[in-house]
Antibody, heavy 119, light 107 residues
Framework: QVQLQESGPGLVEPSGTLSLTCAVS?????????WTWVRQPPGKGLEWIGEIFHSGSTNYNSSLKSRVTISVDKSKNQFSLRLSSVTAADTAVYYC????????????WGQGTLVTVSS | DIQMTQSPSSLSASVGDRVTITCRAS??????LGWYQQKPGKAPKLLIY???SLQSGVPSRFSGSGSGTEFTLTISSLQPEDFATYYCLQHNIYPWTFGQGTKVEIK
């Protein structure tokens, strides 16, 4: 059973860079799946951030594209998110997930990690 | 971007009720539509993919239907563990977009 686990700082200062990692276990990140990031501000809905394939190909939400970088480390079986120039509006629970790739869905999710942007 | 409009935004229902949630897309998304359940403090859970396919392990009281721009999630007989927030997700045209959610509460 594939499992995903997010990790990273829970507090980031305004104008700084948010960095999170998603460790994948029970499966290989080199399998034919896209790996994705989704976020959820407190009390609000879900927003797709972007995705990466093990080849390094990426797709990003245009609303965040100028600030987002998603990368993959196949040797560690993990992928990462960097979001620059953060503001309080970036405070959210960040989830990593596996795209079922071919079935138009996110079939496995991490538990999520809260990142607060504050000084 | 494709806008996904869910209705209602919230509803109150009793155990045993039949519940229907609708999601409308701003343009045709063919079969790229899924439904997710989220309980407080938990990650979303996939219920339905490609409009009407039931994810493994999900009870058969959940079903999905629709086509093109209008889609429906139905819970045939609401159970206590079904009280949660439900989201649709279009996964056909970038960027993938979620509906705003429907909170199902106990009457």
């Amino acid at each position: 059973q594939v499992q995903l686990q997010e990790s990273g700082p829970g507090l980031v200062e305004p104008s700084g860079t948010l960095s999170l990692t998603c460790a994948v276990s029970g499966g290989s990140i080199s399998d034919s799946h896209w790996w994705t990031w989704v976020r959820q501000p407190p009390g609000k809905g879900l927003e797709w951030i972007g995705e990466i394939f093990h080849s390094g190909s990426t797709n990003y939400n245009s609303s965040l594209k100028s600030r987002v970088t998603i990368s993959v480390d196949k040797s560690k079986n993990q992928f990462s998110l960097r979001l620059s120039s953060v503001t309080a509006a970036d405070t959210a629970v960040y989830y990593c997930a596996r795209d079922s790739s071919g079935f138009y869905s996110f079939d496995h999710w991490g538990q999520g990690t809260l990142v607060t942007v504050s000084s | 971007d494709i806008q996904m409009t869910q209705s209602p935004s919230s509803l109150s229902a009793s155990v045993g009720d039949r519940v229907t949630i609708t999601c409308r897309a701003s343009q045709d998304i063919t079969n790229g539509l899924g439904w997710y359940q989220q309980k407080p403090g938990k990650a979303p859970k996939l219920l339905i993919y490609t409009i009407s396919s039931l994810q493994s392990g999900v009870p058969s009281r959940f079903s999905g239907s629709g086509s093109g721009t209008e889609f429906t999630l139905t819970i045939s007989s609401l159970q206590p563990e079904d009280f949660a927030t439900y989201y649709c997700l279009q996964h056909n045209i970038y960027p993938w977009t979620f509906g705003q959610g429907t909170k199902v509460e106990i009457k």
